[in-house]
């Protein structure tokens, strides 16, 4: 089963940046699209930004022109470049992969999640 495991989250002052990286791991996988998305206390889970495997990407109106996301598919890993940060911004974010596993004989779609890393933006 492919692992996803986010790392870069914390607390900063508005109009700061951080960097969150999110790297797979497992046995015989490839990665499809990878994607960002973000949990905010008392509401749903929302898309950030996704990318493909060809590199076309799309992005939150929210978050557009101040979050990049890009992907080192030899390292199987996707990152989430955050600048200009708001107070709103404030989340839990959760990286997304969609993967074809071998189980088996077998290779199968799967839609796979990380744990999530918070981040915090102070005003």
């Known amino acids: 089963q492919v692992q996803l495991v986010e790392s870069g989250g914390g607390l900063v002052q508005a109009g700061g940046s951080l960097r969150l990286s999110c790297a797979a791991s497992g046995s015989r996988f490839n990665i499809h699209g990878m994607g960002w998305y973000r949990q905010a206390p008392g509401k749903q889970r929302e898309l950030v930004a996704t990318?493909?495997?060809?590199?076309?990407?799309n992005y939150a109106d929210s978050v557009k022109g101040r979050f990049t996301i890009s992907r080192d598919d030899t390292k199987n890993t996707v990152y989430l470049q955050m600048n200009s940060l708001k107070p709103e911004d404030t989340a839990v974010y959760y990286c997304n992969a969609d993967c074809d596993e071998l189980y088996g004989s077998g290779w199968y779609r799967t839609d796979n999640w990380g744990q999530g890393t918070q981040v915090t933006v102070s005003s």
């Open positions: 990318i493909t495997s060809g590199g076309t990407t």
